[in-house]
């Protein structure tokens, strides 16, 4: 069976990653065999092609695996079939005009593989064989886009449940005062990872019912302390953020090598990270300006050889509220 060749790659950048959408990220995850359809129309080789004509027009397909058995043997499509009619030779066998070399895919591949080859060789079906090398279904074009919007939906779905119970955590807990706190533990110099914290922490803050602002202005901050983390902790450290309805009090903290001028780390564009850590693109010096921008409430303690802890809050006012209920924070503080 023919292959397609390869594409051509390149490599992705953090720009490129950033702009990677949810319906690109499910054509690496969805399974063909969840989009494609199963139980095809076939025809056998041995049939005429008059006969497949009727099947075709009564089915409105406009192409057929040919199986014997449930062998497959080639895909009968529309350009073999005009090749019949202009011969006038529809007392043909199928074995006669049928495509032999197929292209297929396997239905445990992703549908980006099915797309690879879509875009690549122009075809515009493609029969799946199963785990042992029978025909198990034919995957379109339309399969793709079906399977993706079914995706989208179901994602959509759950992510509507996730933020109804999220946003109703606090609402049947009689206490004086609740809170959510999410822990999140750094290791040094583990960039692949950087931004992973910051990331969830805004995902949990919208299901909880926080503005898209609120939610920016603690990701960004989280983020720019993550990152802190990952560039100058000897140890690794962590991230702790304590969520109540009316404000956010956030704890970063390393026993790395300290900070020995405090007051200079606060200045833009002073860093101590090293070159290696620069030529990576990190290090600029503007972590803890960033951050200062985006809480109301910032402290900084940090000595040599003992480690660096940060406090940050952020205040809700009654229309940032998140999740149910609201107090003065005058009254918490």
């Known amino acids: 069976m023919e292959t397609p ?22 054509a690496y995850e969805i399974k063909i065999k969840e989009a494609m359809t199963s139980n095809p129309q076939t025809v056998e080789s041995t049939m005429l092609m008059e006969d497949v004509l009727g099947v075709l027009r009564v089915t409105r397909i406009s192409g057929v695996p040919v199986v014997d058995g449930s062998e497959l043997m080639g895909v009968l499509s529309i350009e073999d079939v005009i090749r019949c009619l202009t011969a006038a030779d529809q007392q043909a066998p199928v ?53 993706l ?15 109804y119970r999220a946003r109703h955590l606090f609402e049947d807990i009689e206490s004086d005062r609740t809170s959510l706190i999410l822990r999140y533990n750094i290791q040094p110099h ?54 109540e309805p009316h404000q956010i009090n956030i704890v970063v903290a390393d026993d790395g090598p300290g900070i020995p001028d405090i007051e200079l780390a606060m200045k833009p564009g002073y860093s101590t990270a090293s070159e290696e850590i620069r030529e990576l693109g990190f290090g600029a010096g503007m972590g803890l300006v960033n951050i200062s921008r985006c809480v109301d409430y910032m402290k900084l303690d ?5 480690g660096t802890r940060l406090r940050m809050k952020i205040y809700l006012n009654k229309e940032q509220t998140v999740g149910e209920g609201y107090l003065a924070k005058e009254s918490t503080q």
């Open 5 to 26: 060749e390869p594409m051509r790659t390149r490599i992705i950048t953090d720009e490129d990653a950033e702009s990677i959408t949810r319906v690109e990220e499910l």
């Open 95 to 147: 074995a006669k005009y049928m495509t032999r070399r197929v292209i297929q895919v396997r239905e445990d591949d992703t549908i980006i593989e099915a797309l690879k080859i879509f875009v690549n060789s122009g075809i515009g079906r493609l029969p799946v064989l199963d785990q042992n090398g029978k025909l198990s279904g034919i995957i379109t074009k339309g399969d793709v886009t079906r399977g």
């Open 149 to 163: 919007l079914k995706a989208l939906q179901r994602d959509y779905q759950v992510e509507e449940v996730r933020k």
């Open 190 to 243: 583990d960039f692949t990872k950087g931004g992973a914290a910051s990331s969830k922490i805004k995902r949990a803050l919208v299901r909880l019912g926080a503005s898209p602002q609120l939610a920016r202005r603690c990701g960004i901050a989280i983020y720019e302390a993550e990152m802190n983390l990952i560039i100058h902790t000897t140890n690794g450290g962590f991230i702790r953020v304590e969520i």
């Open 302 to 306: 940090s000595a040599p050889r003992v």
